[in-house]
């Protein structure tokens, strides 16, 4: 009995004294070596990961109103929106990959990975970047981009193409990356900036959709998709290449990913662009299509994801009242398409 004092005073020292001497003499390093600062930023990140996975309301909103009540003769404004979505990401590597023995040595070589970049601001878990996989999806999206002919015109930003337009991307970087890489021959010839959104951060709780950007500041490219550009002969600079006064920073936990959805939509209008171009995510595009074609439509955008480094475009319409609509026969797959409808891309309207 006389050892049980003595062993909760060893029991409280492990749990509780230990980590709070730790992290604060991590806070104390970081305010003189880099590497320490950048370790304190991802347990403040992992944090904030670990409360969105339990206490988020980001997929949470009230019903939206329909749509379809919004006639044609009460369309005020009509803009071309065409959706990217990001390739595959370290993340879906590991665990969309099915949970057989492979799911373990996956996961453990991930752990790994992510504990040697503990004081760098990379990650596997957090804002994952694209794996090998997305990054030759997006080299594919580029070739398709550059050698299209007319149907990817608008996205190679030739001067004959109808219109005029705005590329965006989330804020996450697997997003930013696949814009980069996919539209690089239009970056290096237009010399325009890809708008970083906040508005376009993806609609989930999980971990990978925490970004690693802070507000106001564009996501820094892992080595590999920076390797990816460089193969491409394209360099882009963060201070030339993004413009981030649209990354107001992370997603509130108690948030919810409508209010976001709306703002892009208000965006799109009050921009001076007829197209914006949004690299973003699978989800939240889902939500998008979801929230504003009209109940009656069944199109296939509203219970599928959009393949990796797809392109859809589409026309979106405000009306007289301020409220949106998608136009559901101009939906058009430039790119891949859906998952499970078998579309590789040929500038048709979808059905």
């Keep these: 009995?006389?050892?049980?004092?003595?062993?909760?005073?060893?029991?409280w020292a492990f749990h509780v004294a230990l980590p709070i001497a730790f992290v604060l003499i991590l806070w104390a390093l970081s305010l003189f070596s880099s590497a320490a600062a950048n370790a304190v930023y991802k347990l403040h990140l992992g944090n904030l990961g670990v409360r969105h996975l339990l206490l988020s309301t980001d997929k949470k909103w009230k019903k939206q109103p329909d749509s379809g009540t919004l006639s044609s003769a009460d369309v005020k404004k009509t803009k071309r929106v065409?959706?990217?979505r990001h390739g595959e990401s370290e993340w879906n590597l590991v665990f969309n990959k099915g949970f057989g023995p492979s799911f373990f040595f996956r996961l453990g070589r991930a752990l790994v990975r992510e504990l040697l970049l503990a004081t760098s601001l990379d990650s596997v878990f957090v804002d994952s970047p694209l794996s090998r996989i997305g990054i030759s999806q997006a080299v594919n999206l580029h070739a398709y981009v550059e050698d299209g002919g007319t149907a990817s015109g608008i996205l190679r930003g030739d001067s004959s193409s109808d219109g005029s337009a705005?590329?965006?991307?989330?804020?996450?970087?697997?997003?930013?990356?696949?814009?980069?890489?996919g539209l690089a021959g239009r970056l290096q010839r237009t010399r325009e900036k890809v708008h970083i959104l906040s508005c376009l951060q993806e609609i989930s709780t999980n971990v990978d959709t925490v970004s690693l950007a802070k507000a106001k500041t564009a996501p820094a490219l892992s080595s590999a998709e920076l390797e990816a550009l460089r193969a491409l002969d394209v360099t882009l600079s963060t201070s030339g290449c993004y413009d981030a006064r649209g990354n107001v920073g992370d997603k509130p936990v108690r948030g919810s990913g409508m209010d976001r959805i709306q703002e892009f939509a208000?965006?799109?209008?009050?921009?001076?662009?007829?197209?914006v171009i949004a690299a973003g995510h699978s989800l939240y595009f889902k939500h998008f299509f979801r929230t504003f074609l009209p109940s009656s439509s069944t199109h296939i955008s509203k219970s599928k994801k959009m393949k990796n480094c797809a392109v859809v475009a589409f026309d979106f319409q405000m009306g007289m009242n301020g409220h949106f609509r998608i136009e559901p026969e101009s939906i058009e797959s430039m790119y891949l398409g859906f998952e499970g409808d078998g579309h590789v891309g040929s500038g048709k309207k979808d059905k």
């Excluded at 697997?174 to 980069?180: E, P």
């Design 266 to 275: 208000k965006y799109i209008f009050d921009s001076d662009k007829s197209c």
């Design 1 to 11: 009995m006389a050892l049980a004092p003595l062993l909760d005073s060893v029991n």
């Design 166 to 181: 705005v590329v965006v991307a989330s804020n996450l970087r697997r997003a930013v990356s696949t814009a980069s890489i």
């Design 82 to 84: 065409i959706f990217i």
